[in-house]
């Protein structure tokens, strides 16, 4: 099971990333990546979290994550809805 879980969280993690760098479906990338950066916080982190509550590595490991989430999330919410990515190399030009 556990390495299942690892297979399809290393896919989400580089089709997400292989969508980012080609500047493609931007938006749903940076989504799907923010949430499953998220449920890795709730499945693995926060069960050793409680479990350990003074250990810094774990604290370090959830934050760090969290973090991670939450900056993917934002950059979701910051990219315009349509096909046009704000990070595209004619953002400062006027459309057509």
């Known amino acids: 099971m556990q ?3 690892a297979y399809v969280t290393g ?3 580089f089709i997400s990333g292989v969508s980012l760098l080609v500047n493609r479906k931007v938006r749903p990338a940076a989504t799907v ?3 499953a950066a ?3 916080v709730i499945i693995v982190y ?3 979290l409680v479990a350990r509550p003074l250990d810094l590595d774990v604290l370090n490991y959830f934050l760090d994550t969290l973090l991670f ?3 993917a999330l934002a950059l979701a ?3 315009p809805k349509g096909e046009q990515a704000l990070l595209s190399a004619g953002a400062g030009t006027p459309p057509r």
């Open 3 to 5: 390495l299942v879980v």
């Open 11 to 13: 896919s989400i993690l």
């Open 33 to 35: 990546l923010g949430i």
């Open 38 to 40: 998220l449920a890795v």
């Open 46 to 48: 926060l069960p050793l």
């Open 69 to 71: 989430s939450g900056c």
């Open 77 to 79: 919410a910051a990219l």
